[in-house]
């Protein structure tokens, strides 16, 4: 048996639960937890950074034990213990009554990163914020799933602008001991190692445990004293730079994470790769059906039948492509375990427009099969991209289907909104059907000037936490400089428009765009009446220069004296700021180059906050955009299209947001923005939740492969009717 082991032994036995509590990120999603936090200790609640593990660890003894005997603590702690246990019953729930008993359809979801909360940086971007919305909806659903992913010790970079606007910033090392998650110990109390082979080595894991409602996440660790140096850095940081490292991690997670779940004895009848990184795991989890009697033939085809494969990007450096060298020398040793020759492995990763490694994409799609792209357009890219996989059928004929992103509501709502608005106007059960469009439609119940008064204070709470960071900024002799604290956003003013641009620095989403035409966006935020401001935030990837500059462009745009500060660049863009942003901009402004944001989701958290997107036609909002709830428009062709985006959004923003944002009434509300605000949320909560694409995942594909997980494999859909390729052929 294997177990973690509670880490308070301060706690007074009357509260003892809390320990229970601080470890289950359900506290993250649920205001009732937060409070009972926060009930204890406001301060140590704020000291901790809203980590309630290391709050406990931070309170005085005298601190805990007068609350375990204050009456009035007691009966709220015994009020939230009591719906959390509740909540816990893996019984109930809607899979439960609608789909399939708990005991029967696990999933194994397997991710290369997981975006929960600030306490755990293990994440770079959307694809984390993804998984962790994803864990969180199945427990809200009771959908059974097990997570694997890898414990990040050097977390993601902590960003630090140097003054001349450029990104330095190191990764800080994450505080295991105060950070939610607990490694989990055997029997005897030493951590469970889990061995798995590497090319010619033996790579010794540990496992960590982060409960996430119902749900559970096991991180693996490469970082024990039982490895080599080398391969005690394999888990060091997210996507390690070079093809090797990067294989590395891969196999690591792949057929680590799988090995790692069978040592648990934990059990799953369905495996869900949440893009390429893990896909390694479809072999060892052969391996494992090959060791329980079934041929190696039937065996992949079982795991091929029970594997989802979701595909993330059309951009080409998401995809990893490994020399066939380096796969001949980390493989030639494990294949014969799953009797595959190398040649037709090889076969496996073959991108037939591109030939001449091993593409982990192609790998994916091969081996599972139900795989799916993340919008409708996506879908559409995708099927042109990867159409060689299918040489026999035609592009319409193609098995690719589409599961829209959708973003875990009770995680970015805003709490005051949904708690007093949203309760009071749309029912005291809105959350429980908030993917039912009928609990959105009474949105328009609520008074305008309500609405707008909930989004006044939310802007001005985001000012506030901008001047706030800018204080300490000016506060810390070492970094007290003009040009930090100018870029900061310190002169931001709560009553002018505001756009928000927050996301990775990656090229093509173009965050420069909006600088194309410095006079006339000098123009529109000088306004004496009428002035616009933006606030930008995000970071890049440490290893891409490139992007670094681009950075650096929109910083030297905020600290340039012209723009009168009222364009401002907010450091170290994480899950706490995001949220922020997402509730107190007036506008979040999204203008990749398409067809390249497979789907985008922080414009969906925006606009759940009546935050109202403007964005061109590309990913989500093609399916978003209703022509009276956001802006959109459609992208150039051409050499000249990021001129022509650029004026595009310009004359939107001179044309129409402008006017229409400072069109108020004698008491100052402006009743045509503020019907934009409410068409952006009834549009959100029905159809970009991750409820809505939680329940769509399983009667697209769960169901099916549950049901594939159960039977014998029948030998009828193979791999070569349907790719016309068949790596079995010599057995
Ligand atoms: C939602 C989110 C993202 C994803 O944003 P996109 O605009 O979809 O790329 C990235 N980072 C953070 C912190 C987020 O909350």
């Not at 990163?113 to 940086?121: C, D, F, I, R």
């Not at 927050?502 to 002035?531: C, G, H, Q």
């Not at 922020?580 to 506008?587: A, E, I, N, R």
């Not at 169901?703 to 791999?719: D, L």
Request: charged share 25%.
């Amino acid at each position: 048996m294997y177990g973690v082991k509670s880490k308070f032994p301060n706690l007074p036995e009357e509260i003892s639960g809390l320990g229970e509590l601080a470890y289950n990120l359900w506290w993250s999603w649920h205001p009732q937890g937060r409070e009972l936090f926060k009930s204890l200790s406001r301060t140590g609640w704020y000291l901790s950074g809203h980590n309630p593990v290391r709050m406990l660890h931070q309170l005085s003894e005298e601190a805990l034990d007068a609350a375990s005997k204050d009456p009035h603590f007691l009966r709220h702690y015994k009020a939230v213990m009591i719906r959390f246990q509740n909540q816990m019953d893996p019984k109930t729930g809607w899979f439960c009554n609608n789909v399939a008993d708990p005991g029967v359809g696990t999933l194994a979801y397997f991710s290369a990163e997981y975006g929960l909360h600030h306490a755990l940086p293990f994440y770079a971007g959307g694809l984390g914020f993804l998984a962790g919305d994803f864990l969180k909806e199945c427990s809200d659903l009771g959908v059974p799933v097990v997570g694997v992913g890898f414990m990040y010790p050097q977390g993601y970079l902590r960003q630090r602008i140097t003054p001349d606007g450029w990104q330095a910033g190191a990764c800080e090392l994450v505080d295991r001991e105060n950070a939610p998650i607990r490694r989990l110990l055997d029997d005897k109390g030493e951590p469970v190692v889990v061995n798995v082979s590497i090319g010619k080595e033996t790579v010794y894991l540990e496992v960590w445990k982060v409960e996430v409602g119902r749900t559970s996440l096991y991180l693996i660790d490469t970082c024990t004293e039982h490895n080599t140096p080398e391969n005690s850095c394999v888990t060091d940081r997210l996507y390690a730079g070079d093809p090797e490292s990067r294989l590395r991690q891969e196999m690591v997670l792949g057929i680590g994470g799988i090995r790692a779940l069978s040592t648990l004895g934990i059990k799953y009848s369905v495996l869900h790769l949440n893009e390429g990184h893990p896909a390694f795991a479809v072999l060892e989890r052969a391996r494992d059906m090959m060791a329980g009697g079934l041929s190696a033939k039937e065996a992949f085809e079982q795991v091929r039948r029970t594997t989802v494969f979701t595909t993330h990007t059309p951009v080409p450096a998401g995809h990893d492509i490994f020399p066939h060298s380096l796969m001949k020398r980390y493989f030639s040793h494990y294949l014969p375990s799953v009797g595959i020759e190398m040649e037709a492995f090889l076969e496996l990763g073959q991108n037939p427009a591109n030939p001449g490694g091993f593409n982990m994409t192609a790998f994916a799609m091969r081996c599972s099969a139900h795989h799916n792209c993340v919008s409708k357009r996506h879908l559409e890219v995708t099927r042109k991209m990867w159409r060689h996989l299918w040489p026999d059928l035609s592009e319409d004929k193609i098995p690719l289907d589409y599961v829209t992103n959708g973003v875990h509501v009770p995680t970015w709502i805003d709490r005051r909104l949904g708690d007093v608005i949203f309760t009071k106007y749309l029912g005291r059960d809105w959350l429980d059907e908030h993917d039912n469009p009928a609990v959105w439609g009474m949105i328009d119940d609520i008074p305008d000037q309500v609405l707008w008064r909930h989004h006044c204070a939310m802007k001005r709470m985001l000012i506030n936490k901008i001047r706030d960071r800018a204080r300490h900024l000016w506060l810390d002799r070492e970094r007290a400089d003009p040009s930090l604290l100018m870029s900061s956003g310190l002169l931001l003013d709560p009553s002018a428009l505001t756009l928000g641009f927050a996301r990775r620095f990656a090229s093509y989403k173009r965050p420069t765009l909006i600088l194309s035409d410095i006079e006339r966006l000098k123009r529109m935020v000088n306004d004496t009446w009428r002035p616009v401001q933006i606030i930008f935030a995000g970071k890049a990837h440490p290893d891409d220069q490139q992007s670094k500059m681009i950075l650096q462009r929109v910083f030297n745009a905020a600290r340039e004296p012209a723009f009168g500060g009222r364009i401002a660049f907010v450091e170290d863009y994480d899950e706490q700021v995001a949220q922020y942003l997402v509730h107190g901009v007036d506008v979040w402004l999204n203008n990749p180059r398409p067809p390249m944001e497979a789907s985008g989701t922080s414009g969906m958290k925006a606009t759940l906050n009546g935050v109202p997107h403007l964005s061109i036609l590309d990913g989500w909002w093609i399916e978003g955009y209703n022509g009276s709830n956001g802006w959109a428009f459609n992208g150039a062709l051409g050499g000249e299209s990021d001129l022509l985006d650029a004026k595009a959004i310009y004359d939107m923003i001179e044309g129409e947001v402008i006017p229409l944002y400072y069109d108020v009434d004698e008491e100052g509300i402006p009743h045509g923005w503020v019907n934009v605000m409410k068409e952006a949320m009834k549009m959100t909560g029905p159809n970009f939740s991750a409820r809505r694409m939680v329940k769509e995942y399983t009667e697209k594909f769960y169901r099916a492969a549950i049901s594939a997980a159960v039977s014998r494999p029948t030998g009828e859909r193979g791999w070569s009717r349907e790719l016309g390729l068949d790596p079995f052929r010599g057995i």
